[in-house]
Each structure stands twice: as structure tokens, then as C-alpha cells.
């Protein structure tokens, strides 16, 4: 069970080129996240999805897109990466809402992270 | 959802007991009260979520005032390994218009 997996760990890229980071998580989980953390600052919410199919944007969501087609899979991408992209890219998951269980707290489920820097 | 306000940072030594307010003075009826940990370089990891009165698990208690305006993350005795960030989050889990949006959180500094 290796719970939510980011892809790739850590990236280079040069202002203008584009990427994306893949999110896989094994829990079965509705929900998706995708956060961007600064240097010394708070987790922003950028993407987040509630099934697969759907996505919304979050409180930064400019500059990004993202694709839920498999309910396992949260998909961010930067069309064309800028230096104010840099920064620590998490994922995270987590149930749905009522039926998943009683004592369901809606806890989040992060990755490890993926640390991208652009030229 | 309601906005939460916490200390920017803490500072404390080994084997003190540790407590950390964080208000959120429109919290709805529906709204839980969750706290995060965060290491350095690492995703936060749920710690505790209460509803009322007095939760405790095996990390730590959150203790919520019956107006639940404010709420206190409590970790007893700490070490040099409880240096993180810790973040309030208040909304209600199932509701599918649940965001998750973080706070700046507190940064909780542990001397030996």
C-alpha cells in the first residue's frame, strides 16, 4: 500500500517550457489536492477534484491545469513554466464524504512532495 | 469556511507541555476543528480532529470551549522531534465543498 505517490520528485525547467506532475494515490479515494508551498510560507490550494471527471480550481490556480480521468490519478500541469512557479508541489487525498464510514474524519493523505525550481 | 488565526511561531524546550490557540470565530455548526504537523520537506500528517469539549488521542488533546470560537492543540511534554509546523483547519470533512485550505500555521520551535 504505498498510499499517494508524486511523480517526479524533483525538476528543472526553463521559463516558457511546460510539465506536468502526476498524482497516484491506492486508497480509493474521492477527493484530490494539489497544493504549491513557498519557502518559509503555508500550503495554497491550487486544483482540487471531488470524483473523477471533475476538478476545481482553489485559492492560486492560475498558470495551472488539471485532468482527473481516472479516479486514482490527479494530473497537474504548467502549460509554460515561470520563475514564480518555483516552489514544492504536494498531493493529497482523501475520502468522500457520508457512507465511508463512521468514524471518517476526512483526514488528508500528502505525498511527498515534488520540488520544482524554473530557470 | 471559516478563517482560523493562529500564533506565527512558538518557542519551547524539551519536556514542556506545548499549547497552541488557534481561533476561528465563524466557525459553522457543521465545522470540525482538524490539526496538522508538518516536518521540514515532508506533507502534513493529520494529528487530531475534534468536534467539542475534549479529544486526546496517543500525540495529543484539543481541547474546544463550548462557543467553539477558539480551540487549543496541546502536546504534552515535547521533544526536539515535535519542531513543525502546525496548522488549523475548520470546515466540515464531508462536505464535498470541503477546500482544505491551510493557514500560515505555527511554527513550533523545540531547545533541548
Known amino acids: 500500500n504505498a498510499g499517494v505517490t508524486q511523480t517526479p520528485k524533483f525538476r528543472v525547467l526553463k521559463t516558457g517550457q511546460s510539465m506536468t506532475l502526476l498524482c497516484a494515490q491506492d486508497?480509493?479515494?474521492?477527493?484530490m489536492y494539489w497544493y504549491r508551498q513557498d519557502p518559509g510560507m503555508g500550503l495554497r490550494l491550487i486544483h482540487y477534484?471531488?470524483?473523477?471527471?471533475?476538478?476545481a480550481k482553489g485559492e492560486v490556480p492560475d498558470g495551472y491545469n488539471v485532468s482527473r480521468l481516472k479516479k486514482q490519478n490527479f494530473l497537474l500541469g504548467l502549460e509554460s513554466a515561470a520563475p514564480s512557479q518555483t516552489s514544492v508541489y504536494f498531493c493529497?487525498?482523501?475520502?468522500?464524504?457520508?457512507?465511508?464510514?463512521?468514524?471518517?474524519?476526512?483526514?488528508?493523505?500528502f505525498g511527498e512532495g515534488s520540488r520544482l525550481t524554473v530557470l | 469556511l471559516a478563517k482560523t488565526t493562529q500564533p506565527i511561531s512558538m518557542d519551547s524546550y524539551e519536556g514542556q507541555e506545548v499549547n497552541i490557540t488557534c481561533s476561528h470565530n465563524?466557525?459553522?455548526?457543521?465545522?470540525?476543528i482538524t490539526w496538522y504537523q508538518q516536518f521540514p520537506s515532508q506533507g502534513p500528517r493529520f494529528i487530531i480532529q475534534?468536534?467539542?469539549t475534549k479529544v486526546t488521542n496517543e500525540v495529543a488533546s484539543l481541547f474546544i470551549p463550548a462557543d467553539r470560537k477558539s480551540s487549543t492543540l496541546s502536546l504534552p511534554r515535547v521533544s526536539l522531534s515535535d519542531t513543525a509546523v502546525y496548522y488549523c483547519?475548520?470546515?466540515?470533512?464531508?462536505?464535498?465543498?470541503?477546500?482544505?485550505?491551510f493557514g500560515s500555521g505555527t511554527r513550533l520551535l523545540v531547545r533541548p
Open positions: 477534484s471531488v470524483g473523477e471527471g471533475t476538478t
Open positions: 486508497m480509493n479515494h474521492e477527493y
Open positions: 475534534g468536534y467539542k
Open positions: 465563524n466557525i459553522a455548526t457543521n465545522d470540525y
Open positions: 493529497a487525498s482523501k475520502n468522500g464524504g457520508l457512507g465511508q464510514g463512521i468514524r471518517n474524519t476526512g483526514e488528508l493523505f
Open positions: 483547519l475548520v470546515g466540515a470533512p464531508m462536505d464535498s465543498s470541503y477546500k482544505l485550505i
